[in-house]
C-alpha cells in the first residue's frame, strides 16, 4: 500500500462514522485472530456492514491495519512533553510523559505485539513500524533540545540521538513488561523509568520516594 493507492478519508460525517465503525472492528478481529488469520469477512460482520463497503475505505487488510495502528500512536504519543510546557519541574514533565506512555502501552499490548510480529515477516508493516517508531523519537528529541536549550539537560549530547536510545529503551521495557509478562510494580516502572531518563540527560530531580508514587 502506497500514499498513491491508498483511499482518500471520506468527506462526510456518515462516511467518516462507517469508517471508524471499520477500524473498530478490525481491532476486535485483529486482538482476537491475529494478523495473518484475520479475515476481511469477519471485520466487516463485527462492523455490520458489506464488502463493498469495506472497499469504499480501504484497499485490503494490510491498510486497515494501518489505521488501526495509526489510531494506537495517536493515543500513545498525546499527552506528551510539549503539552506540559511552562511546568518548572522538568522531571514532572518526564514522569507525566512515561506515565501516560506505558499506561497506553499496557491498554494497547495485544497490537504491540501484532506490530512486533507482522513486522518480522511483511516489509511494508516493518516500515510502518520504522516510521511509527520516528514519530516518537523526534517529539522526544524536540523535548530534549527545549530542555538544552533552557539549561535544564546536557548540552552536549545529540537531543536525536539521545532520544533514540532512552525512547528505544522505554519502548522495549514496555514490550517486555506488557507483552512478554515480566511483570513489576507499575509506579516501581514510571520511577525507574523516570529517573533514568532524567539521570541519562543530567537533569538535576527532586522525583518523589516510591512510596509516594505508589499513592498516586
Excluded at 506528551?80 to 519541574?89: A, I, L, Y
Excluded at 512486533?116 to 533540545?145: C, H, M, T, Y
Excluded at 510494580?185 to 527532586?206: G, P, S
Amino acid at each position: 500500500m502506497t500514499e498513491d493507492t491508498a483511499r482518500r478519508p471520506p468527506v462526510t460525517r456518515r462516511g467518516v462514522r462507517t469508517r471508524q465503525a471499520l477500524v473498530d472492528a478490525a481491532r476486535v478481529i485483529f486482538e482476537r485472530d491475529g494478523y495473518l488469520d484475520a479475515r476481511l469477512s469477519d471485520i466487516t460482520a463485527e462492523a455490520n456492514c458489506s464488502t463493498g463497503t469495506f472497499y469504499t475505505y480501504f484497499n485490503d487488510k494490510e491498510e486497515i491495519f494501518a489505521a488501526v495502528m495509526e489510531a494506537t500512536k495517536n493515543e500513545m504519543l498525546h499527552p506528551g512533553m510539549e503539552h506540559v510546557d511552562g511546568v518548572d519541574d522538568p522531571a514532572a514533565i518526564i514522569e507525566a510523559s512515561n506515565r501516560a506512555y506505558l499506561e497506553s502501552y499496557r491498554r494497547n499490548a495485544k497490537l504491540m505485539q501484532l506490530l512486533e510480529q507482522v513486522s518480522n515477516i511483511d516489509p511494508q508493516v516493518r516500515e510502518l513500524r520504522r516510521a511509527r517508531g520516528w514519530v516518537f523519537v523526534e517529539r522526544n528529541a524536540r523535548a530534549i533540545k527545549d530542555l538544552q536549550e533552557r539549561g535544564l539537560a546536557d548540552p552536549d549530547l545529540d537531543p536525536v540521538m539521545a532520544s533514540r536510545v532512552l525512547s528505544g529503551m522505554i519502548s522495549r521495557f514496555a514490550y517486555a513488561t506488557f507483552v512478554l509478562n515480566d511483570g513489576g510494580d507499575f509506579e516501581e516502572l514510571v520511577y525507574t523509568a523516570t529517573r533514568l531518563w532524567c539521570n541519562a540527560l543530567r537533569i538535576d530531580h527532586h522525583l518523589p520516594g516510591r512510596d509516594a508514587m505508589r499513592k498516586k
